[in-house]
Every structure is written in C-alpha cells, then in structure tokens.
C-alpha cells in the first residue's frame, strides 16, 4: 500500500518522509495553517527521487492557478477538493471527495479521473481536520478501474484497520502525525512503518 504524507512545510520532514518509504508528499496551497508557497514547496523538494510524487493540494481553485503552481512548485500531481474546473490538468489529479450519505449520487456526478481520495466532510478547512468519516457510508467495491485513496482522521492505530476494510492504493496522512498542529518526526516513521 502507498502512503501519502500530506501538510508538509520544511526540508526536515520532506526529507524524513522520503527516507522512511513515502510514496507521495502533499503540499496545500489553499486556506490552511499548512498552507505553503510554491517557491518554498520547490525549494524543499529539489532533492527529491523521481519516484516520490510531489502532490499540490487546492480547493475549488482556477485552472489557470492550478496550472502556475504547477510549474512554480514543479508538482508531479494535483489533489482537488470542493469545486472542479471543466478542463484537464496538465499533470494528474487526485479528486478528493468527502464521504458523507450522499456519496452515491456525489461519485455519479464526478469526472473521470484516475484517483478517487475520500475524506471527512470539510470543518474549518476542508482536509486535514484529523476527523475520521463514516467508513459504513463507504462501499468501494463498486468502484472499478481507480485508485482508491482513504484520508480522514488515519493514525498508526487505525491505518491497518482502513486497509482491511478498503483494501485501497494508497492513504492519506497530514494531522495524524503531528503534535500540536506540527508535523512529528516520531509520528511520521511510524506512521509509515505501520502502513507500508
């Protein structure tokens, strides 16, 4: 299974996150007290192997903004919650989607993309809210020919109970391993031991 660390501000923690196996690293340049600037995000991903993917975070943005990020902060994917532009990106996208009663009818109106991300209905900000969904409102069995993707509230002591219930290509961690709101190089090894 691939793990995605997400929220990442600082070479320290992009670093240790490579070092200890991560697949993906997310960076969120949307209304967040992760949120990040391009110039810093490519600055602390310059020494990053190719297999690592380095994912850009948005919500309801432009296509215009998303494609500038993408080449001021050299991202490899895009992750895009709330509204979704018309048109394709020039890297892929991740289509984050908050798992709430309605998500039947939400995945009947979704595009095609590859990668399908589920997470809790938005708080504050939409991510990262250290919240775990309702995994009984999930049902992925019916989701065929994508990568499924579980963010949501995943720790080291419930990751291994999401990747039995959903079997899926990836998940998503960012307040999982942190401690008082700041990325833990403890939690981020374990995290990663635990899940790879």
């Not at 939400?106 to 993309?113: G, I």
């Not at 994508?146 to 961690?173: C, H, M, S, W």
């Amino acid at each position: 299974m691939k793990v995605k660390i997400c929220g990442l501000k600082t070479k320290e923690h992009v670093d240790l996150a490579v070092n200890f196996g991560a697949d993906y690293l997310g960076f969120v340049f949307a209304e967040s007290k992760r949120r990040i600037t391009p110039e810093k995000a490519k600055e602390i991903t310059k020494n990053v192997p190719k297999r690592v993917k380095k994912v850009g975070v948005f919500v309801s943005p432009s296509h215009s903004e998303v494609e500038t990020i993408i080449h001021q902060a050299n991202l490899d994917m895009v992750q895009i919650h709330g509204v979704l532009t018309t048109e394709k990106f020039s890297v892929p996208m991740i289509r984050a989607i908050p798992v709430t009663k309605e998500i039947q009818e939400t995945l009947d109106r979704e595009p095609e993309t590859d990668f399908l991300l589920f997470d809790a209905p938005p708080k504050e900000f939409v991510g990262g809210n250290g919240q775990v969904f309702d995994w009984g409102q999930l049902d992925t069995s019916f989701i065929k020919g994508k990568k499924i993707i579980i963010a949501g509230g995943l720790t080291t002591e419930n990751v291994q109970q999401a990747k039995q219930r959903f079997n899926p290509y990836a998940v998503d961690v960012s307040s999982g391993v942190e401690t008082n709101g700041v990325k833990d190089p403890r939690k981020i090894i374990a995290f990663l031991e635990k899940a790879i």
